[in-house]
């Protein structure tokens, strides 16, 4: 059964103090959870798992959409060729249009895909949040907490300033 | 007057979705009455043919597509305000850009339907689907008009996206606050966000691309939307200067349109706290550059078009300047330039009601403006012997009248179901200026 032990900030300045003071005690970076109603930027806390490859996919996804409005402009036209007096059949004047589109389309399509999978949006199965946080509390806390250090996570949570702390089974 | 905390935001502009008044069910009663009679248009059009409606040899564009490169043009407004201000990092955005953002997905929508209104046969729009048939045709990817379709579709698909996105927090935090069936629906629509730093962090990657691809998009659609009459040889539609002409006349009756559904929102969600006259006076500024940049792209048509002195052209030329289409032109200056100029650049005039006044005139001039680029072209192309004149009916009238009735009433509905100020957006800002303070 999994659970988690947490408690609720006021402020970043001791959600911040909450994080540093749990990895202190040796508790597992992956294992620290931290959910706010707003990003924050400003604090360490806010920053973790910063790095992301999105805008290279995108780019990636870019480059495939524009392949894709290249063969879609280009080789349909030469398998229904239509004679329009004096143009040609294919050429990269009007293909280019048709391949930009695709290309911004194909980018776009790939942030957003690659957006919902690395938030794991969406997530249906239970995790751990409290709706306090939607009135401005800041969730730092521990999943799965190693049986011998509950105590040691509990003064963690309460020396930093916590309004509350609670137990939450996720089942 | 003291800061308003999170809570308090978030009070203030979730108010709008737990409170219903009487009001709201008149305006949507009397909006959604107006969209009924355009339907009822369109059925009878459909039914009866497209006779109907005024569009006459020569002139075969008329209201509908005045209509449709306006709404287009509206568009624009959303996602250039909402995606060029949050690169430029202008913190004075964060209660405009989601309000903007609507604008562009609503506008762009009625606006893509106004190809489909304008066929004889609209059930048989899904000729234009690429599939192998009997028939051995496939679209033309040498055309304008289906350049326009991938380029509308990516920046409908673009702009769906560029709204949807930040609004998920938005509707995490409906979620816990509501009860019942509104918990149910708002907890599917937020997809179980919850808010970590990596959802944050995803999030804002996911916007800053977004906003730096929906810019060269936005430029692309009406430029595109340009191009239905500049890769035609007709009289003033064959020149080189339609492309950044329409997309800055797009930027010109976009912003106006923001200026509008911002004062009304201000005016009926009392939101006066967050949409201040900051707002309208750093939209103002920008709508008078519009204006300015508008005259100077006319002028230099026009100047260009009479100094050729190239016959055809002048026939058109003069019907817009002394002849029967005077009175629609020089009612566009007016609405266009002559009026909000002195308004928007005199900063006593500048108020929140001068820059409403402003852009009232605007939509009507660039609606005008549409309309006066296609019709004395068509209706004065070459041979005098062709030339002929449009008067649109009551079913074209009805149709045009129903999409600002459709307009508004989306408009409307959003409001009562998503915060039209960005909650999260707003507690971001407040918390750099805490920031910046200690």
């Known amino acids: 059964m ?124 239970a995790r751990v949040y409290d709706p306090a946080v939607s009135n401005g509390q800041i969730l730092v806390g521990v999943v799965n907490p190693p049986e011998a250090s509950r105590i040691a996570i509990q003064e963690a949570l309460r020396g930093s300033g916590a309004v509350e702390t609670k137990e939450l089974v996720l089942g | 007057m003291t800061e308003k905390t999170g809570n308090q935001i978030a009070d203030d502009l979730l108010r709008p979705l737990f409170r219903t008044s009487l009001r709201f069910y008149l305006v949507v009663a009397l909006l959604g009455l107006s969209v009924v009679a355009a339907f009822s248009a369109f059925g009878y059009q459909a039914y009866s043919g497209i006779g109907v409606a005024g569009i006459r040899r020569p002139v075969f564009w008329g209201f509908y597509i005045t209509n449709f490169v306006f709404w287009i043009g509206i568009s624009h407004a959303g996602t250039l305000i909402s995606a060029i201000l949050r690169l430029a990092n202008a913190t004075w955005r964060r209660p405009v850009t989601r309000c903007a953002e609507v604008i562009t997905v609503f506008a762009l929508s009625i606006g893509a339907m106004f190809p489909v209104i304008h066929l004889g046969r609209p059930w048989l729009a899904f000729w234009l689907i690429p599939y192998p048939s009997e028939r051995l045709i496939w679209p033309n990817f040498r055309s304008p008009l289906v350049w326009d379709f991938f380029a509308i579709n990516t920046y409908l698909i673009g702009s769906v996206a560029f709204l949807t996105l930040p609004i998920i927090p938005d509707w995490a935090l409906v979620r816990d606050k509501a009860s019942g069936w509104r918990k149910r629906v708002y907890g599917i629509l937020s997809l179980g966000w919850r808010g970590t730093p990596k959802q944050w962090s995803r999030l804002e990657t996911a916007m800053h691309i977004m906003a730096i691809a929906i810019i060269p998009v936005a430029v692309s659609v009406h430029t595109i939307v340009s191009w239905d009459f500049a890769m035609a040889p007709v009289p003033m539609w064959h020149s080189t200067i339609f492309g950044p002409y329409f997309v800055a006349g797009a930027i010109f009756s976009g912003i106006a349109g923001l200026i509008l559904a911002m004062a009304l929102l201000r005016k009926f969600l009392h939101l006066e706290e967050y949409l201040k006259p900051l707002h309208f006076d750093n939209l103002g500024k920008l709508l008078l550059m519009m204006s300015l940049l508008w005259f100077y792209f006319v002028f230099a048509e026009r100047l260009t078009t009479w100094y050729g002195n190239e016959p055809s052209e002048m026939a058109v030329f003069w019907s817009t300047q002394r002849g029967a289409f005077a009175p629609l032109f020089w009612t566009m200056v007016f609405c266009n330039f002559l009026l909000p100029v002195p308004i928007l650049a005199i900063k006593r005039l500048r108020t929140i009601t001068g820059t409403v006044v402003a852009s009232l005139g605007v939509v009507v001039g660039m609606w005008l403006e549409r309309y006066l680029i296609i019709v004395p072209s068509l209706a004065r192309k070459y041979l005098p012997s062709g030339w002929g004149n449009y008067s649109p009916t009551w079913v074209e009238i009805t149709i045009t009248l129903g999409t600002f009735g459709g307009m508004a009433l989306l408009y409307v509905l959003f409001s009562k179901a998503v915060p039209i100020i960005s909650i999260w957006e707003l507690k971001v800002g407040k918390q750099k200026v805490l920031d910046g303070r200690r």
């Open chain 1, 2 to 125: 999994r659970e988690a032990l947490y408690a609720l900030y006021s402020d970043p300045e001791s959600a911040q103090r909450a994080v540093d003071a749990l990895r202190s005690a040796s508790i597992e970076e992956r294992a620290i959870a931290v959910v706010s109603s707003e990003p924050f930027e400003g604090y360490e806390f806010g920053r973790r798992e910063h790095r992301t490859a999105m805008p290279w996919l995108a780019a990636l996804g870019g480059m495939i959409g524009g392949a894709a409005g290249y063969a879609l402009s280009v080789l349909t036209q030469k398998a229904y060729p239509l004679p329009t007096g004096g143009m040609p059949i294919s050429t990269m004047w009007t293909n280019g249009i048709v391949t930009y589109e695709m290309m911004m389309l194909g980018a776009i399509l790939t942030t957003l895909a690659v957006l919902l999978v690395s938030a794991r949006l969406p997530a249906w199965k």
